[in-house]
């Protein structure tokens, strides 16, 4: 089993910037890919980013150039730098990490609102 606690969510207006953290623990052994995921109310769950390794990254066409993904494997952790904040971002975000074997565990979430 994996878990992933996410935090560093709130509220920033328009233009801001945060950083979301995903700590994982337990079996991490065999994670081959890192990520978040958002959803905003009445919508389906979206890839945001997601990371493989260094140079290894993707990203939803409507962050690029504003959200950046990192790991740092002697922390377990994963980060995500979000600039240039658009009220369009508003949603929970959510950590994931993909197993090897096929299986994906989740974060419990964590609230980004974008307003003024």
């Known amino acids: 089993q994996v878990q992933l606690v996410e935090s560093g969510g709130g509220l920033v207006q328009p233009g801001g910037s945060l950083r979301l953290s995903c700590v994982a623990s337990g079996t991490i052994f065999g994670i081959v890919s890192k990520g978040w995921y958002r959803q905003a109310p009445g919508k389906q769950r979206e890839l945001v980013a997601t990371f493989r390794g260094a140079g290894n990254t993707n990203y939803a066409d409507s962050v690029k150039g504003r959200f950046t993904i990192s790991s740092d494997n002697a922390k377990n952790t994963v980060y995500l730098q979000m600039n240039s904040l658009k009220p369009e971002d508003t949603a929970v975000y959510y950590c994931?990490?993909?197993?090897?074997?096929?299986?994906?565990?989740w974060g419990q979430g964590t609230q980004v609102t974008v307003s003024s």
């Open positions: 994931n990490a993909h197993h090897a074997l096929g299986r994906d565990f």
